[in-house]
């Protein structure tokens, strides 16, 4: 019997549907069900509102989230060999369970809510992890349709998505996520809580959305950090040429001898509204 439920150990679960992770998905599955239960407590409450996992694997984190109050929980998961192991837990939890085998990168967010409130609580595939992040957050219409996400990376990914300006970890995903919501790391999951262990630690991120981010042009900001990080080692005159470069940056103030990692949100939001 497991700390959360009667249902078997996930241990056993791999074992009688053969699922032995694969890389090339991404899966490292997560077996410590009173892990998952502290990140099924982040998120919770879930109360009136729909939940979001993508990639169950064998069924950690979705029991977690059951057993934490989730009432109407939808399960994306790319991969059919995990999907008996799913509808098991369905069974033990009649009518709250919603299970699509899709490829994440191709769901509708609005759908999935059905008009209720969204939060996502996932052990996300490292493989798509950071563009699932993106997708989420570069939305033509904000505020969003999730209102929280409660998101496993890898711990570099992770402080990138946290990462504020002069730091070794600051690009266009610290820029984009602190343009548009408040990121903070909760804690580290060691690698010995996964089989396989990856290669590196991991950490669990809580992102909300700001209710009123600073108006901008997203298509603009993009190409802006785009090409400011994409040469972030030279001076902004040289890596802003493509949008104006040194005329545009002393136009609205900035010093075009400064480099990618110096400038502030602010200020990037300033340039891609000044192009």
């Not at 074992?15 to 490292?28: E, I, T, V, Y």
């Not at 996300?124 to 939305?139: D, E, F, R």
């Not at 209102?147 to 730091?167: C, H, N, W, Y």
Request: positive net charge; charged residues 25%.
């Amino acid at each position: 019997m497991s700390p959360i439920d009667d249902l078997p150990p996930l241990r056993d679960v791999i074992a009688a549907h053969d699922l032995a992770p694969r890389k090339q998905l991404g899966q490292n599955f997560l077996l410590d069900l009173n892990l998952t239960s502290k990140i099924a407590r982040q998120a919770a409450p879930f109360e009136d509102c729909t939940v979001l996992e993508v990639g169950p694997g064998p069924g950690g984190l979705t029991r977690a989230l059951l057993a934490s109050g989730a009432r109407r929980l939808v399960v994306v998961e790319k991969d059919p060999r995990c999907i008996p192991a799913i509808e098991e837990i369905s069974a033990h939890y009649p009518s709250r369970v919603d299970i699509r085998n899709l490829d994440a990168l191709q769901i509708d967010l609005a759908e999935i809510a059905g008009g209720k409130r969204l939060k996502i609580v996932a052990n996300l595939p490292y493989n798509v992890g950071t563009q699932l992040l993106l997708n989420w957050i570069a939305v033509p219409a904000w505020p969003p349709v999730w209102d929280s996400l409660t998101l496993m990376f890898q711990k570099e990914v992770a402080e990138r998505i946290v990462a504020q300006p002069r730091g070794d970890h600051y690009g266009r995903l610290g820029v984009l996520a602190g343009w548009r919501t408040e990121a903070k790391i909760l804690f580290d999951v060691p690698r010995e809580a996964f089989t396989p262990p990856p290669k590196v630690m991991s950490s669990v991120v809580r992102i909300v959305p700001k209710p009123a981010p600073l108006a901008a042009d997203l298509s603009k900001l993009e190409t802006v950090t785009a090409a400011a990080f994409g040469q972030r080692r030279k001076m902004l005159r040289q890596s802003l040429k493509p949008v104006g470069g040194e005329q545009l940056l002393e136009r609205i103030g900035i010093d075009p001898q400064r480099r990618a990692e110096t400038l502030s949100v602010e200020e990037f939001v300033q340039i891609a509204n000044a192009i």
